[in-house]
């Protein structure tokens, strides 16, 4: 077994439970009214509420006409008070095997690209705060999409923070994997309801079914 001296968890679909996908494109369709477009479209807000990237967000603000610094402004704003309403309403809320990692001896932390501002609300809320040394995840900036895993920046960061060379990485994308391997680190692909079948490009150290069995890896 390797000898890991730190963990590194994704937050949404690992830690905590997904938003679903129709509320957050009603939430983009409510961004792109607020960026002045009168009718926007169902499929111009599904482009805006999840996996954005940088070349994705110009293409769509030029042709609305718009500056992307204020469609993204806009769009950062209604995903943080949706899923601000999603925690009050308990509908984002910690998986049931999260209380597997009272016992985890290693540093840990938090890699997301949610936005910071979210991720930390959300640990908060949960208690969860104070079983993890650091957080790194995004800024609400269009200069943030191009650090977004699977850029390994946010995994390197966290490595940093927590002063481990040798971590575990437990996500639940393809993304996740991918930023794993170019970070040098293991990484652990766990399947929840929403990623159960999900077939990977990329072939991660571990495939599991739970947090107990992450730290049983430990």
Same mark, same amino acid.
């Given at each position: 077994?390797?000898?890991y001296?730190?963990?590194?968890?994704?937050?949404?679909?690992? +830690?905590?439970?997904? @938003?679903?996908?129709?509320?957050?494109?009603?939430? !983009?369709?409510?961004?792109? &009214?607020?960026?002045?477009?009168?009718?926007?479209?169902?499929?111009?807000?599904?482009?805006?509420?999840? &996996?954005?990237?940088?070349d994705?967000?110009v293409?769509?603000? *030029?042709? +609305?006409? #718009?500056?992307?610094?204020r469609?993204?402004?806009?769009?950062?704003?209604?995903?943080?008070?949706?899923?601000?309403?999603?925690? *009050?309403?308990?509908?984002?809320?910690?998986?049931?095997?999260?209380? %597997?990692?009272?016992? #985890? %001896?290693?540093?840990?932390?938090?890699? $997301?690209?949610?936005?910071?501002?979210?991720?930390?609300?959300?640990?908060?809320?949960?208690?969860?705060?104070?079983?993890?040394?650091? #957080?790194? !995840?995004?800024?609400? @900036?269009?200069? $943030?999409? @191009?650090?977004?895993?699977p850029?390994?920046?946010?995994?390197? $960061?966290?490595? %940093?923070?927590?002063?481990?060379?040798?971590?575990?990485?437990?996500?639940?994308?393809?993304?996740?994997?991918?930023?794993? *391997?170019?970070?040098?680190?293991?990484?652990?692909?766990?399947?929840?309801?929403?990623?159960? *079948?999900?077939?990977?490009?990329?072939?991660? @150290?571990?495939?599991?079914? $739970?947090?107990? !069995?992450?730290?049983?890896?430990?």
């Amino acid at each position: 077994m390797a000898d890991y001296d730190g963990l590194l968890l994704d937050h949404d679909g690992v +830690l905590l439970t997904l @938003t679903d996908r129709a509320t957050l494109r009603e939430a !983009a369709l409510a961004a792109l &009214r607020d960026a002045g477009i009168e009718r926007p479209s169902d499929a111009d807000a599904e482009a805006l509420s999840i &996996r954005v990237t940088s070349d994705d967000l110009v293409a769509l603000a *030029d042709r +609305l006409a #718009v500056e992307p610094q204020r469609l993204w402004r806009c769009r950062e704003d209604r995903i943080a008070a949706l899923l601000r309403e999603e925690l *009050d309403a308990g509908r984002k809320a910690p998986y049931d095997d999260v209380p %597997a990692l009272d016992g #985890v %001896a290693v540093p840990a932390g938090v890699v $997301s690209n949610n936005q910071r501002r979210i991720v930390e609300a959300a640990l908060d809320t949960h208690g969860l705060a104070g079983r993890f040394e650091t #957080v790194v !995840a995004r800024g609400p @900036t269009v200069e $943030s999409l @191009t650090e977004k895993k699977p850029e390994p920046t946010y995994l390197e $960061s966290a490595m %940093a923070d927590i002063g481990c060379a040798n971590p575990l990485y437990v996500g639940d994308s393809e993304s996740d994997v991918v930023a794993a *391997d170019r970070a040098g680190v293991d990484v652990a692909f766990l399947r929840r309801d929403h990623n159960a *079948d999900t077939a990977l490009d990329s072939r991660p @150290t571990y495939d599991v079914g $739970s947090l107990h !069995a992450v730290v049983d890896l430990l």
